[in-house]
């Protein structure tokens, strides 16, 4: 059977969108908010968990969005750091480190922690990447912290989330890497993207071969609202490196990609033979729910690139990566789930997998 996983976040409940802003505004206590959390997060195992998915998440229902959920709520942080523009206009504006030292305040493994509760089959956690919160630092530099110092503390933060989430037993840590693709939108030279690589190896360096085998890394060009960040970016600009992270498992958006063949041909010429890649066939942006048929032809399409054995599925991006994005339900985040599940054995049977 082609193994197929989740990204990572569904849509939240209208319940837990109004207690958080209520809890913004003080209408809303601290218990009252974290049963809200809790109970989002038990419902979507729940539901996911009946779609058939033999990997779940638990839809980073408690999460800030995938990028902040460590550093949500940190003293030593600001809201006006880097904006990051959508393809529709609109902006996330990204926070700004004000002072040393840095440590993460709510780390992956809490999350996994809380789900692990309700769980009855194997739990994937999301991770933000250690390039991502490279950004947190300001161009203007810190006084009386460095750079290096705050690197230094970054990556053991990470270093440390991981274990602890493969010690408490995550199914596998998927390290998301939404910004590689918009680096390149930033600087052309792709200097800034061979630094996000690198800094991310010293990451992934920490880790034997045998732990590299239950950590993966996410690639996609952003999707909130009805957006995108960076889709207009050639993945011919990002692929050639993006193998070179020392992750074993690779989740590439490539449902919403104009041009698959040539996509896949790349991935074919340019992955390393111990890495496994899981194919996007679903795509989170697009209201319509693909049929299995159509899941099952996307992962066929795949394995004609990419040898079975080394391939998966997945879905192109999260449902919803920032807490506050309605533009999707969560019946529509069930139902395209339900379908990459019914289309991945499709497929399996076609392959002799079964």
């Not at 071969?209 to 993966?216: D, L, P, S, T």
Request: aromatic share 8%.
């Amino acid at each position: 059977m082609l193994p197929t996983e989740p990204i990572g976040s569904i849509p939240r409940p209208a319940a837990l969108i109004d207690g958080v802003r209520g809890f913004a505004a003080g209408r809303v206590s601290q218990p009252e908010l974290d049963a809200l959390y809790e109970s989002a997060v038990k419902d979507t195992i729940q539901r996911l968990e009946a779609t058939g998915s033999p990997v779940i998440t638990d839809g980073e229902q408690a999460k800030h969005s995938f990028a902040t959920y460590s550093i949500y709520g940190l003293e030593n942080t600001a809201p006006d750091g880097m904006p990051i523009s959508f393809a529709d206009g609109h902006i996330r504006t990204f926070p700004r480190l004000t002072a040393g030292p840095f440590r993460y305040k709510t780390p992956a493994d809490v999350y996994l922690g809380i789900a692990q509760r309700y769980a009855h089959v194997p739990l994937k956690q999301a991770v933000v990447s250690a390039s991502a919160l490279s950004l947190l630092y300001p161009r203007g530099g810190i006084r009386s912290y460095s750079r290096e110092e705050y690197l230094d503390a970054l990556i053991a933060e990470q270093e440390g989330e991981i274990r602890r989430c493969l010690k408490k037993g995550a199914h596998v840590v998927q390290m998301d890497f939404t910004e590689g693709r918009l680096s390149i939108k930033l600087d052309p030279t792709r200097r800034l993207l061979h630094s996000f690589i690198d800094l991310n190896n010293l990451v992934l360096e920490r880790f034997s071969a045998e732990q590299r085998k239950r950590i993966g890394v996410h690639t996609c060009p952003g999707a909130d609202r009805h957006s995108t960040h960076s889709a207009d970016v050639d993945y011919a600009e990002l692929l050639p490196s993006l193998f070179e992270l020392q992750a074993t498992n690779f989740y590439v958006q490539l449902a919403s990609e104009p041009d698959r063949k040539r996509v896949l041909t790349m991935i074919r010429d340019r992955a390393k033979d111990w890495q496994r890649i899981f194919v996007g066939v679903i795509d989170p942006l697009n209201p319509r729910v693909e049929t299995p048929e159509e899941v099952r032809d996307r992962a066929l399409e795949a394995a004609e690139y990419i040898r079975p054995e080394r391939l998966g599925t997945t879905d192109d991006c999260g449902f919803a990566p920032f807490s506050d994005d309605t533009s999707r339900t969560r019946e529509t985040a069930f139902d395209k789930i339900r379908a990459r599940v019914a289309g991945t054995a499709l497929a399996s049977a076609v392959l002799g997998l079964e």
